[in-house]
């Protein structure tokens, strides 16, 4: 008989690998649904997609099918190999960002102990993707697009990690689950019954990370790689077919992570009041998809209102405006770390 | 400064520009062609920028890829189906194309319209202006990248539309104008049904200005872009709006006489001294405010009476020269008709607003940014239908 061991190191990792896996797709076609779909149609006085399933729900999957069934289609001048590359690239960035994000108190595929600084730092390998995607697609429009999106990825970086600065000194730790644990375990001025969601104590740096994220994820206001009136389609303009679902996927899938990672560091995660022990594991998952959803709602309903910045003026907020104000957040935090304690 | 010295220094900026090139890092500039597939065009307008990384160096307005030959084909037609053809001049202000041309014809026939038709056609030039330039109220948000807009525009925009086609039953080309008068009178219940239209109308301008003129970022992304002094825009022969933002209060709806209505309403021309990409979304959006208000006053005043003069039934138009030119949603549209006491117009040259207003880009564009030149080509706000004719 075949005994099968869950435990033994490669099952588990089979396992966890095959979960990721099949969550990149899941939170992309929940994001997209809901919002690009739903929401932004709603905003804008229309219905959206009805026909495909009930109010439209399979809409994206059809969408999907559709790609999949595309020509696969290569520009004349393009870099063959670099050109089908790229999107994989983009996607690989969104795969590593799901490992260090924990859905309950023993739901994560790896808890390192630098968690935030390796989510962070793994999502700006798509940098590369799109670098690669511009540079070999031999189109002026998406040569434009990538060096934008390089030129905006790397002033948003800093911000972005210094807004995590505050959250970290606060919680003593780097890695994910201490920070939901500790946000657990807070208190507010001795009332502990809803632990200490670093929203409050943190809330210039939550600011931060919405803005930040947003740039991060080339979206309105800062979609400038991919502006549609300027550029076409930036990077992507010469992708058709499963390449640019890979593109969308990594894009939406993004999106989810990098919701994913604000709920935990500034909603407190998984963690629900009152619910402990193995219970949690049962319930995080659905705790820490409704914060992601509320993080998300924040992420796109700015995304379909607000007009676009400039590139320059993209550069001006960066290092004019956020990154001194999450210095001087990042210090307000140690003072008071000091004089609270 | 005077148009002299502007010229001076955007060529002395143009010299620069040219000069960084293979200095330092041995760069090369980029050819763009911007169309004549593009999203920022509307159309299939062509324009080719050369980059300095992102800045333009120079740019040139390539057009006729829509040209149709109405010119010519005016001659082949009678009178009354040249309406036809150029209701899809400035295909958004369907009926404001008409009017010069049925004014000019009756210039030179010597008819006038009755009271009635002449405050319909006026009613219905108006309507033309609200449609035509809701959509680019919305439509400039869309350029700067706010998707949402739009959307309005499009669904405000439809109910004057729809007040059009229950008139004269087309949505887009109603063809009403006739020689001495208009096609046919309004149908029952029209009237107060338009004035509710002029409320949203209203409604919809306050919604623009708070949802995008407000908006912080887009006034970053206009103000100052674009900046035409007013002797330049003279001298390339600006009109309409764009004219009216850099500070030239010239309105031919208030300058010329004309058999129309706007001589009894009162009504304000809005002028705007910046002169940049704001100023020309501010006055547009002023003005579509002020034609609400124009048709309001129109209905409540509507005289009774005959809407056709006596015209005989083939209509011949004695030989002689007219010209004839409104302030059309957007700017000034001319006709100039000749006729040799034919049934069709022996020669007419149209003057089309568009084709000027794009005139200025090599001008306006030198030293912008990529983003910049579709500010600047969304807040000119050209039809490409009104450029090739």
């Known amino acids: 008989m075949l005994a099968l061991d869950l435990t033994a190191y490669w099952a588990v990792t089979v396992l966890k690998v095959a979960v990721v896996l099949a969550l990149i797709p899941a939170g992309a076609l929940i994001l997209g649904y809901v919002f690009l779909l739903k929401m932004m149609s709603f905003m804008q006085s229309r219905l959206g997609p009805m026909e495909a399933g009930p109010g439209g729900v399979l809409q994206l999957v059809a969408d999907g099918v559709k790609f999949l069934q595309k020509e696969d289609i290569f520009p004349d001048r393009a870099d063959r190999r670099v050109f089908a590359l790229a999107p994989v690239v983009v996607l690989m960035s969104t795969f590593l960002l799901y490992l260090v994000i924990p859905a309950g108190p023993r739901l994560v595929v790896q808890d390192l102990d630098t968690g935030v600084i390796f989510a962070l730092a793994v999502s700006s390998i798509s940098v590369i993707g799109v670098l690669m995607a511009g540079w070999a697609s031999a189109n002026k429009y998406a040569l434009i697009g990538a060096l934008r999106a390089a030129g905006q990825l790397i002033a948003y970086e800093l911000p972005l990690v210094l807004a995590v600065v505050g959250v970290a000194m606060q919680a003593g730790t780097f890695s994910l689950q201490g920070i939901v644990k500790a946000q657990a375990n807070g208190e507010i001025f001795g009332f502990g019954a809803i632990g200490n969601p670093f929203l409050f104590t943190q809330f210039i740096g939550f600011i931060l990370f919405i803005v930040s994220a947003q740039a991060e994820l080339s979206q309105t206001p800062f979609d400038m790689p991919v502006a549609e009136s300027e550029l076409v389609a930036g990077f992507m303009t010469e992708y058709t077919g499963f390449r640019f679902l890979f593109f969308f996927m990594g894009e939406f899938g993004t999106a989810f992570a990098l919701a994913a990672i604000g709920a935990t560091l500034f909603l407190g995660g998984w963690y629900l009041p009152g619910v402990h022990g193995g219970l949690a594991d049962v319930v995080g998952p659905l705790v820490l998809g409704a914060k992601i959803m509320l993080v998300a709602f924040l992420i796109f309903w700015v995304r379909f209102s607000y007009p676009r910045l400039r590139e320059d003026q993209l550069q001006a907020l960066a290092w004019k405006f956020l990154i001194p104000l999450s210095l001087v957040n990042i210090l307000a935090t140690g003072v008071l770390k000091v004089v609270v304690k | ?389």
């Open chain 2, 1 to 389: 400064m005077t148009t002299t010295e502007w010229k001076q220094a955007a060529y002395v900026a143009g010299q620069a520009a040219d000069a960084r090139i293979n200095v330092e890092l041995e760069t090369e500039g980029m050819t763009l062609n911007l169309g004549p597939q593009h999203p920022a065009t509307h159309g299939t307008l062509r324009i080719v920028v050369r980059l300095d990384g992102e800045q333009v160096m120079w740019a040139e307005p390539v057009c006729g890829y829509m040209h149709r030959g109405y010119e010519k084909l005016t001659e082949v037609r009678t009178y009354p189906q040249v309406t036809t053809l150029i209701n899809r001049i400035d295909w958004l202000g369907h009926f404001a194309n008409e009017v010069p041309f049925i004014l000019a014809a009756e210039n030179l026939m010597g008819v006038e319209a009755p009271p009635r038709a002449q405050w319909l056609r006026t009613i219905f030039f108006e309507m033309a202006r609200i449609a035509n330039i809701s959509l680019f109220l919305g439509d400039m948000g869309v350029q700067l990248g706010a998707i949402t807009p739009v959307f309005y525009a499009f669904r405000d925009r439809e109910y004057v539309l729809n007040l059009m086609e229950a008139v004269t039953g087309g949505r887009f080309h109603p063809n009403f104008d006739r020689i001495g008068g208009i096609k046919e009178d309004l149908p029952k219940g029209w009237i107060d049904e338009a004035k509710g239209v002029m409320k949203r109308v209203r409604h919809f301008c306050d919604e623009m200005e708070d949802l995008l003129m407000g908006n912080e970022i887009f006034q970053q992304r206009t103000r100052g872009v674009g900046v035409i002094p007013a002797a330049v825009a003279t001298e390339y022969g600006l009109s309409g709006a764009n004219a009216r933002a850099s500070g030239i209060d010239w309105d031919l709806r208030r300058d010329e006489d004309y058999p129309l209505a706007w001589k009894d309403v009162d009504f304000k021309v809005w002028t705007h001294p910046d002169g940049d990409s704001f100023a020309r979304y501010w006055v547009r959006l002023q003005e579509t405010r002020e034609a609400a208000s124009i048709i309001e006053q129109l209905l409540d005043g509507l005289p009774s009476g005959a809407i056709q003069a006596k015209v005989p039934r083939i209509i011949k138009v004695p030989a002689g020269e007219a010209w004839v030119h409104t302030e059309n949603p957007l700017g000034e549209m001319g006709y100039y008709v000749v006729s040799k006491g034919g049934l069709g117009p022996f020669r007419c040259k149209i003057r089309t607003p568009s084709f000027n207003n794009i005139s200025i880009l090599p001008w306006l564009l030198r030293g912008v940014f990529v983003p910049d030149v579709i500010t600047i080509l969304a807040s000119l706000y050209f039809i490409l239908g009104d450029i090739d004719r």
